[in-house]
């Protein structure tokens, strides 16, 4: 399985390509996209939706993983982070690329096995559970690897879960 794991900033959003197999998964290609210098909010959300269209049509994942949205504090932020989410999220529906969501505290517990990590900590197992040789830059590429390695250690088990209860619904008529 490609798992595109995905950071959304608005001046920078972080991506991270694994291939996962099993309990083994592999770095295929991470990066940041970096929109510091461009100031116009619809360029920036254009070049995220081609850099992202760019790597779903090279690298065709199976799955793409975001964090779930939070509450933020600046309200112009989280707005943003909205736009930024929601061309995130037209890329994956063009191509019909399931989209999986999970709250930080999981994304850090299926990393580390403790849901109140320290960013350090993260960035330590992303390198291990990658095999990585030097840290992943900047913070937002380890939060996007995070993302991705999150939905391969979780997503067979939310699908066995959906199959599961598609099952129940089919036997009790509900």
């Known amino acids: 399985m490609i798992i595109l794991g995905i950071d959304p900033g608005s001046r920078i959003t972080g991506y991270g390509l694994i291939h996962s197999r099993g309990n083994h998964s592999a770095l295929i290609e991470a990066g940041p996209i970096r929109l510091q210098k461009i100031e116009d909010i619809g360029a920036r959300l254009v070049i995220i939706a081609e850099t992202i ?9 199976d799955a793409i993983s975001l964090e779930k949205v939070f509450h933020g504090v ?45 960013k350090d900590q993260v960035k330590e197992m992303v390198k291990i559970l990658l095999k990585l040789e030097k840290d992943p830059k900047p913070h ?35």
């Open 74 to 118: 600046n309200a112009k932020s989280t707005l943003v982070l909205g736009y930024v989410r929601g061309v995130i999220l037209m890329c994956a529906a063009r191509h019909g690329i399931e989209i999986a969501e999970y709250a930080a505290t999981e994304v850090k517990k299926a990393v580390t096995g403790y849901g109140r990590a320290e």
């Open 140 to 174: 937002d590429v380890t939060d996007a690897l995070a993302n991705a390695l999150c939905h391969a250690h979780m997503g067979p088990i939310q699908a066995r879960i959906r199959e599961q209860e598609a099952k129940w619904r089919a036997r009790t008529g509900g």
């Open 53 to 61: 269209e760019g790597l779903i049509k090279q690298h065709q994942p």
